[in-house]
């Protein structure tokens, strides 16, 4: 094998690695012949130096024969899945996957915890007593056939090269690189065994990606690798200048998407799970166009059979499924702090960075992997972007277990909050279908 | 403190570090709250988006506050030290510093072993029996005030730092920046305690610097720090397109240095070990101009007293000096293998690069930094560029402890050598005085 030194040296200096060497080099970082802090050096120079498309294929390949890869061949149908490059109140999930399955189609996700000011989909749901999210994969396949949705934690013998090298990634200032994302997505949603994947790619403050630009170019990277290895990938562009929906924190936010599956969601949440609703139908094996997949995805949610589906998922996954009809049955910390506006005018910005760092300040994510999560604690957001208010009128309010935390919290969120005197049209969460 | 991450992500995204961030930072990573992993990733990024003066001169201050700091003042003299950017067959120090220090200046240095095709001066010195390296800040500045002159392996309580960075940076390919390599030698030159310092730049294929650009900008980049923390460095350059001298190999090398002293040595040698030892003299507290130094370092090399110095200088470090007059006292391996030239015409080139490869091949050298040491073996160059050649003539000879890999490095210098059919002329070493 090249020497690791030799291969650094080579995306350095600007240079293409073969397919083989790249595979080895993996190889041999899985294997301890290659250091971390050689794999950080080369992931600093592949983040600004790029890699080809060949060379993201080739890293995409090694990543995925780190470890097995799920067989979903013998369900018979396609599985499709949907992925979110990470966002603020991002509780999409817990409401596509029951209203995709409830149309008939199969959705089955691996999906990861949150880091950094982004939540994770996993730690939402293990606000749910009972809830298992360590399934085997003959339970996954297993569920997915009966219920038609599965949602577990990525399993540790999938991409573990993956799960390595993005540890590494996330302290060494190296995830944003579009091919390095790309590969990590695109590997791990092999080895999940989906035949099509939906990305929801968010865009602004909040997202990895700050410009439109930026974010079709990953997307449009992903979708290249994706169709080079047999999935179809497509994806839709969604805002995130300011949280989805009003509520950030795990137990808050299963109990918004609960709201939402019951029809009184919040009207962008409920955008974005119509515009992947209507792609992952269409991306299934049901037959369906799309005027007739957004027609079945807006009448489950209407109809409360995707509400249904997801009272069946909980409970299969081993849930507690009394909070779906009792939401105080899910607890939500008691110090409640309110965030007061101190002008009069127009909601013009909320900083989703910021209202994601008051959540990790507050318990409801992780400043460290090895940190645990606090699911009761988290932010309300009563105003958006383009509502008027008033002085003294409520913005917010902080649900904190510890008082000085709610209180540090509360002034992140209140420095997050913009109001301007003149008006303010509201946002578009929808950016690019 | 700024955190690690935050750090690394401002020198990728191209920013600049303030003084007391990157005093941080170096104090963090000797107290082991950054990670080898970061620095790696923060040493990429700045080997590839550069740093500025003020960055370099920070990290020189922070490297040298890393550790101790030789104080020469009670001697009451100027010293004066030399560095070699690294070179094959370069053992100017033997004979450069007996050389100044007989013409009454006081000559002092610290210096490092060898790693990569590279050879270090500490490891040719240990050549000698009875040889010490390994020397205390005491010992340093009394031997220095008796006899003029001393060498001595780095010690580790100067700049620790630097010698944990350069140990990370040859391991991950961030080795060849110019700021990192300026702030390194000027840190362990500032600790060091020398009023001034000459820099033999090497150019060419057997070096780091490819071209005479590059080799100026660091020379150029090192003067600036030198200057703005009070010692004079000026810089001669040289090329290292072939090796200097007909040596390569410890014992070999040192053996070269005595021939040198006697008068005998290879014209290329002689002539930098005079460039740079007018140098020295005239940046020394002599009061002498370019021409009486060199004057006067011409004479300490033709009339033995040089030599004479060197037998003081080995003896006052416990060496055997046996060797001087009775060559056969150095140890030389035994199994030598000569390399033919296959065709006739010119000699157009030898690869340095090759030739200190193939000598590390033999042993000579360090291929991980924790590998002994063959101080017998080497190969000794028959032939220079220029020189005419025939069919079966003997273009060097390597020694080796194991025929294998005799017969494995012998390969390698055949194919160092380059011959031409038409005249080529002898290649100058001093490119820029």
Redesign the interface.
């Given at each position: 094998m090249t020497s690791?030194?030799?291969i650094?040296?080579r995306k350095?200096d600007g240079g293409e690695h073969s397919a083989v060497e790249l595979a080895g080099f993996i190889r041999a970082f899985m294997d301890g012949e290659v250091?971390?802090?050689?794999?950080?050096?080369?992931?600093?120079?592949a983040?600004?130096?790029g890699l080809s498309l060949s060379e993201t294929l080739a890293l995409t390949d090694a990543l995925l024969d780190s470890g097995k890869r799920l067989d979903l061949t013998p369900l018979g149908r396609r599985v499709v899945d949907k992925h979110s490059t990470g966002g603020v109140g991002d509780k999409v999930t817990m409401v596509l996957g029951p209203l995709v399955a409830s149309s008939g189609a199969v959705f089955g996700k691996m999906s990861g915890r949150g880091l950094g000011h982004t939540g994770g989909t996993i730690d939402k749901l293990e606000s749910i007593p009972g809830f298992r999210t360590s399934l085997s994969a003959e339970d996954f396949v297993g569920q997915l056939g009966e219920t038609g949705i599965c949602v577990a934690g990525q399993s540790a013998d999938l991409v573990p090269a993956d799960n390595r090298l993005y540890a590494?990634r996330?302290?060494?200032?190296?995830v944003e690189s579009n091919p390095l994302i790309a590969a990590s997505i695109i590997s791990k949603k092999l080895a999940g065994g989906a035949s099509a994947v939906v990305l929801d790619v968010k865009v602004g403050k909040g997202s990895f990606f700050k410009t439109m630009g930026h974010a079709q170019g990953v997307a449009h990277l992903m979708r290249a690798v994706g169709e080079r290895r047999g999935i179809t990938v497509e994806a839709i562009m969604t805002s995130m200048e300011q949280p989805l929906g009003h509520a950030v924190g795990n137990a808050l936010e299963v109990l918004e998407a609960v709201e939402t599956l019951k029809g009184k969601g919040p009207s962008d949440l409920v955008e974005v799970v119509l515009a992947l609703g209507t792609r992952l139908l269409v991306l299934s094996d049901l037959g369906w166009e799309a005027p007739q997949a957004e027609a079945e995805a807006r009448r489950a949610l209407a109809n409360g059979s995707a509400l249904a589906k997801f009272r069946e998922w909980i409970k299969v996954q081993g849930g507690d499924v009394s909070f779906i009809d009792d939401p105080a049955a899910l607890p939500v910390a008691s110090t409640e702090i309110e965030i007061q506006a101190s002008s009069q005018g127009w909601i013009e910005a909320i900083d989703a960075r910021v209202v994601g760092r008051a959540a990790v300040e507050l318990g409801a994510g992780r400043q460290r992997q090895e940190d645990s999560i606090d699911h009761s604690v988290g932010v309300r957001l009563k105003l958006k972007k383009g509502d008027p208010v008033m002085p003294g009128q409520v913005l917010a309010s902080v649900y904190a277990t510890e008082k000085s935390k709610g209180q540090k919290a509360a002034g992140m969120i209140q420095a997050a909050y913009g109001i301007s005197r003149s008006r303010v049209e509201p946002a578009p969460v929808l950016l690019l279908e």
């Open positions: 690791p030194v030799d650094i040296q350095r250091a971390d802090y050689q794999m950080s050096a080369w992931l600093m120079a983040l600004l130096k590494l996330d302290v060494t200032a190296t």
